[in-house]
Protein backbone atom coordinates (compact mmCIF):
# COMPACT_ATOMS: atom_id res chain seq x y z
CA UNK A 1 0.00 0.00 0.00
CA UNK A 2 2.69 2.71 0.79
CA UNK A 3 4.56 1.50 -2.38
CA UNK A 4 1.25 2.17 -4.22
CA UNK A 5 0.69 5.91 -2.55
CA UNK A 6 4.43 6.60 -3.67
CA UNK A 7 3.63 5.51 -7.25
CA UNK A 8 0.48 7.61 -7.35
CA UNK A 9 1.97 10.93 -5.69
CA UNK A 10 4.48 11.15 -7.78
CA UNK A 11 4.35 13.94 -10.29
CA UNK A 12 2.48 13.26 -14.22
CA UNK A 13 5.21 13.76 -16.71
CA UNK A 14 4.90 16.01 -19.64
CA UNK A 15 4.90 14.60 -22.81
CA UNK A 16 7.89 15.85 -25.46
CA UNK A 17 6.69 17.37 -28.57
CA UNK A 18 6.01 15.12 -31.46
CA UNK A 19 6.06 17.55 -34.29
CA UNK A 20 8.05 20.71 -34.84
CA UNK A 21 5.24 22.90 -34.84
CA UNK A 22 4.36 20.92 -31.37
CA UNK A 23 7.97 22.64 -30.29
CA UNK A 24 7.98 25.78 -31.82
CA UNK A 25 4.27 26.07 -29.60
CA UNK A 26 6.55 24.86 -26.70
CA UNK A 27 9.20 27.47 -27.22
CA UNK A 28 6.11 29.79 -27.20
CA UNK A 29 4.51 29.03 -24.05
CA UNK A 30 7.95 30.06 -22.38
CA UNK A 31 7.92 33.93 -24.54
CA UNK A 32 10.93 31.89 -26.70
CA UNK A 33 10.60 33.64 -29.98
CA UNK A 34 12.24 30.58 -32.31
CA UNK A 35 12.64 30.33 -35.75
CA UNK A 36 11.73 26.56 -37.53
CA UNK A 37 15.51 25.81 -38.48
CA UNK A 38 16.03 25.81 -34.68
CA UNK A 39 12.98 24.32 -33.59
CA UNK A 40 13.20 22.03 -35.86
CA UNK A 41 16.98 20.93 -34.61
CA UNK A 42 15.47 20.75 -30.82
CA UNK A 43 12.66 18.64 -31.67
CA UNK A 44 14.84 15.79 -33.44
CA UNK A 45 17.26 16.51 -30.87
CA UNK A 46 14.31 15.34 -28.18
CA UNK A 47 13.38 12.62 -30.35
CA UNK A 48 16.45 11.20 -31.60
CA UNK A 49 18.09 11.41 -27.86
CA UNK A 50 20.78 13.30 -29.08
CA UNK A 51 22.73 16.34 -27.73
CA UNK A 52 22.07 19.48 -29.47
CA UNK A 53 25.17 21.79 -29.70
CA UNK A 54 24.21 25.73 -29.92
CA UNK A 55 26.37 27.67 -31.44
CA UNK A 56 26.72 32.04 -31.92
CA UNK A 57 27.23 34.94 -30.36
CA UNK A 58 26.94 35.55 -26.79
CA UNK A 59 23.84 36.91 -26.27
CA UNK A 60 21.68 35.52 -28.70
CA UNK A 61 19.34 33.35 -26.54
CA UNK A 62 21.43 29.75 -26.59
CA UNK A 63 21.37 29.22 -23.02
CA UNK A 64 17.95 30.48 -22.81
CA UNK A 65 16.78 27.42 -24.74
CA UNK A 66 17.69 25.08 -21.93
CA UNK A 67 15.77 27.01 -19.34
CA UNK A 68 12.72 27.06 -21.50
CA UNK A 69 12.25 23.70 -22.39
CA UNK A 70 13.15 22.28 -19.06
CA UNK A 71 10.48 25.11 -17.75
CA UNK A 72 7.57 23.71 -20.14
CA UNK A 73 8.65 20.13 -20.13
CA UNK A 74 8.51 20.40 -16.09
CA UNK A 75 12.02 18.77 -16.13
CA UNK A 76 14.92 19.73 -13.59
CA UNK A 77 17.72 22.11 -14.78
CA UNK A 78 20.96 20.80 -14.09
CA UNK A 79 24.03 23.70 -15.44
CA UNK A 80 27.28 23.07 -15.57
CA UNK A 81 28.82 26.52 -16.11
CA UNK A 82 32.13 25.71 -17.78
CA UNK A 83 35.60 27.72 -17.57
CA UNK A 84 39.03 27.38 -18.18
CA UNK A 85 40.67 24.31 -15.88
CA UNK A 86 37.46 22.54 -15.40
CA UNK A 87 38.34 18.90 -13.62
CA UNK A 88 36.24 15.96 -12.86
CA UNK A 89 35.96 16.98 -9.17
CA UNK A 90 34.11 20.18 -10.40
CA UNK A 91 31.66 18.60 -13.36
CA UNK A 92 30.83 14.93 -12.84
CA UNK A 93 32.06 13.59 -9.06
CA UNK A 94 34.91 13.60 -5.92
CA UNK A 95 34.62 11.50 -3.15
CA UNK A 96 33.85 12.99 0.54
CA UNK A 97 37.28 12.34 1.83
CA UNK A 98 35.87 14.01 5.24
CA UNK A 99 33.01 11.15 5.66
CA UNK A 100 35.60 8.22 4.79
CA UNK A 101 38.15 9.35 7.07
CA UNK A 102 35.27 9.26 9.50
CA UNK A 103 33.93 6.05 8.42
CA UNK A 104 37.74 4.63 8.72
CA UNK A 105 38.26 6.04 12.18
CA UNK A 106 35.58 4.14 13.77
CA UNK A 107 36.41 1.24 11.51
CA UNK A 108 39.59 1.33 14.04
CA UNK A 109 37.56 1.41 16.90
CA UNK A 110 36.26 -2.48 15.99
CA UNK A 111 36.42 -5.65 17.71
CA UNK A 112 37.21 -7.62 14.96
CA UNK A 113 39.62 -7.33 12.00
CA UNK A 114 37.49 -8.49 9.67
CA UNK A 115 34.76 -5.27 10.31
CA UNK A 116 37.65 -3.56 9.78
CA UNK A 117 38.80 -5.29 6.20
CA UNK A 118 35.34 -4.90 5.30
CA UNK A 119 34.88 -1.34 6.23
CA UNK A 120 38.20 -0.65 4.05
CA UNK A 121 36.89 -2.47 0.97
CA UNK A 122 33.61 -0.88 1.04
CA UNK A 123 34.82 2.77 2.06
CA UNK A 124 34.34 3.83 -2.13
CA UNK A 125 30.53 3.63 -1.92
CA UNK A 126 28.30 5.06 -3.08
CA UNK A 127 27.28 7.05 -0.19
CA UNK A 128 30.37 8.83 0.06
CA UNK A 129 30.13 9.81 -3.01
CA UNK A 130 29.16 13.36 -4.14
CA UNK A 131 27.52 13.98 -7.71
CA UNK A 132 28.42 16.60 -9.70
CA UNK A 133 26.10 17.64 -12.61
CA UNK A 134 27.51 15.23 -15.00
CA UNK A 135 27.08 12.95 -12.86
CA UNK A 136 23.59 13.74 -11.54
CA UNK A 137 21.97 13.90 -14.71
CA UNK A 138 22.22 10.64 -15.07
CA UNK A 139 20.05 10.01 -11.88
CA UNK A 140 16.48 9.37 -12.07
CA UNK A 141 13.64 11.65 -11.91
CA UNK A 142 10.40 10.70 -11.33
CA UNK A 143 9.46 14.17 -13.57
CA UNK A 144 11.57 12.69 -16.22
CA UNK A 145 15.15 12.64 -17.27
CA UNK A 146 16.73 16.68 -16.91
CA UNK A 147 18.10 19.02 -19.32
CA UNK A 148 21.89 19.00 -18.65
CA UNK A 149 22.74 21.79 -20.09
CA UNK A 150 26.85 22.62 -20.21
CA UNK A 151 27.23 26.48 -21.16
CA UNK A 152 30.10 27.72 -22.75
CA UNK A 153 31.69 24.73 -23.68
CA UNK A 154 34.18 26.70 -25.59
CA UNK A 155 35.89 28.03 -22.09
CA UNK A 156 37.34 24.82 -21.10
CA UNK A 157 40.40 22.70 -22.68
CA UNK A 158 40.27 19.65 -25.31
CA UNK A 159 40.93 17.17 -22.21
CA UNK A 160 37.75 18.30 -21.14
CA UNK A 161 36.17 17.68 -24.29
CA UNK A 162 37.34 14.51 -24.40
CA UNK A 163 36.31 13.07 -20.76
CA UNK A 164 32.94 13.93 -22.45
CA UNK A 165 32.79 11.71 -25.31
CA UNK A 166 31.50 8.64 -23.20
CA UNK A 167 29.15 10.52 -21.99
CA UNK A 168 27.65 12.53 -25.16
CA UNK A 169 27.92 8.45 -26.93
CA UNK A 170 26.24 6.28 -24.52
CA UNK A 171 24.87 8.52 -21.31
CA UNK A 172 27.45 7.26 -18.76
CA UNK A 173 30.27 7.98 -16.84
CA UNK A 174 33.32 5.47 -16.01
CA UNK A 175 34.32 5.94 -11.97
CA UNK A 176 37.35 3.75 -11.47
CA UNK A 177 36.34 3.08 -7.70
CA UNK A 178 32.68 1.84 -8.93
CA UNK A 179 32.53 0.98 -12.37
CA UNK A 180 30.37 2.07 -15.00
CA UNK A 181 27.24 4.09 -14.08
CA UNK A 182 25.12 4.70 -17.10
CA UNK A 183 21.40 6.37 -17.44
CA UNK A 184 18.39 4.37 -17.35
CA UNK A 185 16.76 7.20 -19.19
CA UNK A 186 19.01 9.73 -21.54
CA UNK A 187 19.19 13.08 -19.93
CA UNK A 188 17.73 16.37 -23.02
CA UNK A 189 21.48 17.41 -23.83
CA UNK A 190 22.08 21.04 -24.57
CA UNK A 191 25.37 22.52 -25.11
CA UNK A 192 26.43 25.78 -26.01
CA UNK A 193 29.56 27.52 -27.31
CA UNK A 194 30.42 31.37 -28.40
CA UNK A 195 33.09 30.17 -30.59
CA UNK A 196 35.83 31.38 -28.41
CA UNK A 197 37.83 28.61 -30.00
CA UNK A 198 36.73 25.79 -32.28
CA UNK A 199 34.80 22.34 -30.41
CA UNK A 200 36.50 18.90 -31.55
CA UNK A 201 35.06 16.94 -34.52
CA UNK A 202 34.88 14.24 -32.17
CA UNK A 203 32.70 15.95 -29.93
CA UNK A 204 30.40 17.29 -32.93
CA UNK A 205 29.66 14.18 -34.50
CA UNK A 206 27.62 13.20 -31.04
CA UNK A 207 25.40 16.19 -31.53
CA UNK A 208 23.18 18.04 -33.93
CA UNK A 209 24.21 21.18 -34.27
CA UNK A 210 22.61 24.64 -34.84
CA UNK A 211 23.61 27.95 -35.39
CA UNK A 212 22.12 30.64 -33.63
CA UNK A 213 22.28 34.19 -35.16
CA UNK A 214 21.51 37.54 -34.75
CA UNK A 215 17.47 37.68 -35.19
CA UNK A 216 16.33 39.37 -38.39
CA UNK A 217 14.06 42.80 -37.27
CA UNK A 218 10.59 41.29 -37.23
CA UNK A 219 11.38 38.42 -34.58
CA UNK A 220 13.48 40.63 -32.91
CA UNK A 221 10.48 43.28 -32.40
CA UNK A 222 8.64 40.16 -31.56
CA UNK A 223 10.60 39.25 -28.53
CA UNK A 224 10.76 42.88 -27.20
CA UNK A 225 7.25 42.42 -26.94
CA UNK A 226 7.29 39.21 -25.49
CA UNK A 227 10.19 40.03 -22.46
CA UNK A 228 9.95 43.78 -22.29
CA UNK A 229 5.88 44.42 -22.86
CA UNK A 230 6.27 47.67 -20.99
CA UNK A 231 7.99 49.30 -24.12
CA UNK A 232 5.76 51.80 -26.62
CA UNK A 233 4.85 50.59 -29.67
CA UNK A 234 7.21 53.31 -31.68
CA UNK A 235 9.76 53.25 -29.04
CA UNK A 236 10.33 49.19 -29.93
CA UNK A 237 9.79 49.85 -33.63
CA UNK A 238 12.80 52.69 -32.93
CA UNK A 239 14.85 50.51 -31.06
CA UNK A 240 14.92 47.23 -33.36
CA UNK A 241 15.47 49.81 -36.06
CA UNK A 242 18.45 51.23 -34.36
CA UNK A 243 19.76 47.98 -33.05
CA UNK A 244 19.87 45.86 -36.55
CA UNK A 245 21.37 49.24 -37.97
CA UNK A 246 24.07 49.01 -35.07
CA UNK A 247 25.13 45.18 -36.09
CA UNK A 248 26.11 46.34 -39.55
CA UNK A 249 28.75 48.65 -38.07
CA UNK A 250 32.30 47.67 -37.19
CA UNK A 251 32.12 47.02 -33.39
CA UNK A 252 34.06 45.10 -30.89
CA UNK A 253 31.21 43.23 -29.58
CA UNK A 254 27.52 43.55 -31.36
CA UNK A 255 24.71 43.89 -29.25
CA UNK A 256 22.67 40.61 -28.59
CA UNK A 257 19.04 40.13 -28.11
CA UNK A 258 19.59 40.52 -24.13
CA UNK A 259 21.15 43.72 -24.66
CA UNK A 260 18.54 44.86 -27.24
CA UNK A 261 16.39 43.89 -23.96
CA UNK A 262 18.47 45.68 -21.60
CA UNK A 263 18.08 48.75 -23.33
CA UNK A 264 14.22 48.86 -24.03
CA UNK A 265 13.82 48.30 -20.51
CA UNK A 266 16.51 51.14 -19.06
CA UNK A 267 14.31 53.15 -21.92
CA UNK A 268 11.17 52.34 -20.29
CA UNK A 269 12.13 52.98 -17.59
CA UNK A 270 13.46 56.71 -17.92
CA UNK A 271 9.84 57.24 -19.58
CA UNK A 272 11.37 57.47 -23.11
CA UNK A 273 8.38 57.36 -25.85
CA UNK A 274 10.52 58.34 -28.79
CA UNK A 275 14.43 58.08 -29.26
CA UNK A 276 16.41 60.89 -29.22
CA UNK A 277 20.13 61.85 -29.62
CA UNK A 278 20.22 62.28 -26.16
CA UNK A 279 18.37 59.45 -24.71
CA UNK A 280 20.68 57.36 -26.62
CA UNK A 281 23.62 58.69 -25.83
CA UNK A 282 22.83 58.41 -21.56
CA UNK A 283 21.91 54.84 -22.14
CA UNK A 284 24.58 53.40 -24.11
CA UNK A 285 26.28 51.23 -21.49
CA UNK A 286 22.92 48.84 -21.56
CA UNK A 287 23.49 48.34 -24.87
CA UNK A 288 27.56 48.36 -25.84
CA UNK A 289 29.54 47.50 -23.20
CA UNK A 290 33.49 48.22 -24.38
CA UNK A 291 34.35 51.70 -24.32
CA UNK A 292 35.64 52.20 -27.82
CA UNK A 293 32.29 51.42 -29.21
CA UNK A 294 30.30 53.65 -26.95
CA UNK A 295 33.24 56.29 -27.64
CA UNK A 296 32.39 55.95 -31.28
CA UNK A 297 29.01 56.23 -31.25
CA UNK A 298 28.84 59.12 -28.87
CA UNK A 299 31.13 60.78 -31.51
CA UNK A 300 28.53 60.63 -34.63
CA UNK A 301 27.67 56.80 -35.26
CA UNK A 302 24.47 57.40 -33.00
CA UNK A 303 23.43 60.37 -34.71
CA UNK A 304 24.34 59.25 -38.33
CA UNK A 305 22.23 55.86 -37.25
CA UNK A 306 19.18 58.25 -36.22
CA UNK A 307 19.16 60.93 -38.93
CA UNK A 308 19.47 57.63 -41.41
CA UNK A 309 16.10 55.75 -39.89
CA UNK A 310 14.45 59.50 -40.05
CA UNK A 311 15.00 59.95 -43.41
CA UNK A 312 13.68 56.23 -44.11
CA UNK A 313 10.39 56.95 -41.76
CA UNK A 314 10.22 59.60 -44.15
CA UNK A 315 10.02 58.20 -47.31
Not at 118 to 143: C, G, N, W, Y
Request: hydrophobic residues 40%; proline residues 5%.
Amino acid sequence: MQNDDVRSSAPARIALPTSVEETLSLLAQGAYVAERPLATALFLSLTMQRPLLLEGEAGVGKTEIAKVIAAALGRRLIRLQCYEGLDSAASVYEWNYQAQMIALRIAENTSTASDQSALTQTVFDERFLIKRPLLEALSPDPAGPPVLLIDELDRTDEPFEAYLLELLSDYQVTIPELGTIKAAEPPIVIITSNRTREIHDALKRRCLFHWVDYPDAERERQIIAQKAPETATKLGDQIVAFVQAMRQRDLYKQPGIAETLDWAQALSTLGTQELTLSSITDTLGTLLKFREDITTFKEGEAASILAQLGEQAAE
